[in-house]
């Protein structure tokens, strides 16, 4: 039996397919090496992940299901879970690429969808990314599953809440098994280079300024890698069958800890040893003010529990970060 990863090459998926590699599952990973941003820290985790057996890698595109079947071979039969984390990500390119994110979050989810329908015979269940992102112009805070998503304010909010709809209808249609998760700012070493913290600190260390949008009037819940990585294996072990009968759960993934922007940053000056050349600026298109997980679902039902504090993690991401940049 195996656990087919996809987006194995990417930060969540990485670390997801390393814990599994880890316990002595057999892993196929898919990824289609996505130049969104540098390749060269995608094929680094990937060589981590080769220092581990059981681990195959195979270079596809998800929204290409015919391909994916033919990539996967005699590997579909074998296939038990399939934990879905290859998406296009970020919430700015969004705005200027949005067919990227029509191809990779809304054909591919499909694609992930009639694959396991049609083509995974023992598969057991489909556990999926989704993020915190959905929740959108909502003003209740903390945001919890029940609270409306019906009000994007980005196009990537938006392709992560038809995953969540689509899910739901094959659910419903075909009994599907699903869990979604709702990713809350997730960061640490070898994460994603287009995401806040490890922009700010390739700038500091590089004594370039940093724009502080929203004038740094901003907070969120930033979530160490290895405390989701168990969420996301607790929903692989998860039966998900509602009172109404539909397989299909959605769970916040967060730190239930939200932090300033302001006092963020100065945590990275302290970790980094550089004080931040700060400019601040105007909230961006598609960006919220604020992001904060009600985590009682996951806390109930996964049995997740957090226990990373920013200020615990982000030194150690900048141990890293010092090793990867080279100062």
């Not at 680094?44 to 299901?65: K, S, T």
Request: aromatic residues 10%; proline residues 6%; glycine residues 8%.
């Amino acid at each position: 039996m195996a656990v087919l990863v996809t987006g194995a090459a990417g930060f969540i998926g990485a670390f997801t397919a390393r814990a599994l590699l880890e316990r002595g599952e057999r892993v196929i990973g898919i990824d289609n090496l996505d130049p969104y941003y540098d390749p060269a820290l995608k094929r680094h985790r990937l060589e981590w992940l080769g220092e581990l057996p059981g681990f195959r890698f195979i270079q596809a595109d998800i929204a290409d299901l015919e391909g994916l079947v033919a990539a996967l071979g005699d590997e579909l039969a074998r296939v038990r879970v399939v934990i879905h984390l290859a998406a296009q990500a970020g919430v700015r390119y969004s705005l200027e690429n949005p067919f990227a994110y029509a191809r990779s979050n809304l054909l591919g989810h499909l694609a992930i969808l009639e694959l396991c329908r049609h083509h995974l015979p023992v598969l057991e269940r489909l556990v999926y990314a989704s993020s915190s992102s959905v929740y959108g112009a909502n003003r209740e805070i903390p945001f919890a599953e029940h609270h409306r998503v019906d009000q994007p304010v980005s196009l990537y909010a938006a392709t992560k809440r038809a995953d969540e709809l689509m899910s739901e209808t094959y659910a419903r249609l075909y009994g599907l098994p699903q869990v979604g998760l709702r990713f809350f700012t997730v960061y640490g070493p070898m994460g994603r280079p287009d995401m806040a913290y490890f922009l700010f600190a390739d700038a500091i260390a590089a004594g370039r300024p940093i724009r502080l949008f929203n004038h740094g009037r901003m907070r969120r819940d930033f979530t160490w890698i290895e405390d989701v990585v168990a969420g996301v294996l607790a929903a692989a072990a998860y039966q998900p069958v509602r009172e109404d009968g539909v397989p299909h759960r959605l769970f916040n993934l967060g730190n239930h800890r939200p932090v300033a922007l302001l006092d963020f940053v100065h945590m990275l000056e302290q970790a980094i040893g550089r004080e931040a050349v700060k400019e601040l600026a105007p909230m961006q298109p598609g960006d919220v003010e604020e992001t904060f997980a009600d985590i009682t679902a996951a806390q109930r039902e996964l049995g997740f529990a957090p226990t990373t504090p920013l200020e615990e993690g982000l030194p150690r991401f900048i141990v890293w970060h010092r090793r990867w940049r080279g100062y």
